[in-house]
T-cell receptor, first 111, second 112 residues
Framework: NAGVTQTPKFQVLKTGQSMTLQCAQD?????MYWYRQDPGMGLRLIYY???????DKGEVPNGYNVSRLNKREFSLRLESAAPSQTSVYFC??????????FGEGSWLTVV | DQQVKQNSPSLSVQEGRISILNCDYT??????FLWYKKYPAEGPTFLIS?????DKNEDGRFTVFLNKSAKHLSLHIVPSQPGDSAVYFC???????????FGAGTTVTVRA
């Protein structure tokens, strides 16, 4: 019963460094998402993938890239991290219907 | 521009009493609404939803009310329990768009 699994859970980066957040789901869901959560802002959509092989920008895509590697996996890459990208990142997926299932979050600090 | 708004950042309620969380939306295309609950250091978990064809949906202690004309929904928790202390997010989507728009969240604290 893993659901949505994302790694790493915690990461500290220096400004300008790059990193990739990994996400995998075992629910055979078609759609996958990356959200960020910031105080007072709720959850904001960074990128999403409606199905394997497709990706689209969400509300706040600048500074990020994504890869839908296969149906299970959807990764988020920060090419040159900035302090404004300090946040909690959530991967999510959904099958039929609009109920989204979230991973446990990745806490990223950029110094 | 936030399309889903939760104007109360926090709510404190005594155990056993009713908690009422409010949410407003601006996009008239939204027709599916959800509430998520989030504990610290965990991901949000689905709590309850409602389609625009209904004005009420109940699941145990949780009831969601939808007022389409006012573009307003609310979540009632009765009776409130200490384990209900969490952040609650309101979310909405349109039937032709599976993406969810979230509100900023309301932190509920249930006092013993």
């Amino acid at each position: 019963n893993a659901g949505v699994t994302q790694t790493p859970k915690f990461q500290v980066l220096k400004t300008g460094q790059s990193m990739t957040l990994q996400c995998a789901q075992d629910m055979n869901h078609n759609s996958m998402y990356w959200y960020r959560q910031d105080p007072g802002m709720g959850l904001r959509l960074i990128y999403y993938s409606a199905s394997e092989g497709t990706t689209d920008k969400g509300e706040v895509p600048n500074g990020y890239n994504v890869s839908r590697l296969n149906k299970r996996e959807f990764s988020l890459r920060l090419e040159s991290a900035a302090p404004s990208q300090t946040s909690v990142y959530f991967c999510a997926s959904t099958g039929l219907g609009n109920t989204i299932y979230f991973g446990e979050g990745s806490w990223l600090t950029v110094v | 521009d936030q399309q889903v708004k939760q104007n109360s950042p926090s709510l404190s309620v005594q155990e056993g009493r009713i908690s009422i969380l409010n949410c407003d939306y601006t996009n008239s295309m939204f027709d599916y609404f959800l509430w998520y609950k989030k504990y610290p250091a965990e991901g949000p978990t689905f709590l309850i939803s409602i389609s625009s064809i209904k004005d009420k949906n109940e699941d145990g202690r949780f009831t969601v009310f939808l007022n389409k004309s006012a573009k307003h929904l609310s979540l009632h928790i009765v009776p409130s329990q200490p384990g209900d202390s969490a952040v609650y997010f309101c979310a909405a989507s349109a039937s032709n768009d599976y993406k969810l728009s979230f509100g900023a969240g309301t932190t509920v604290t249930v006092r013993a």
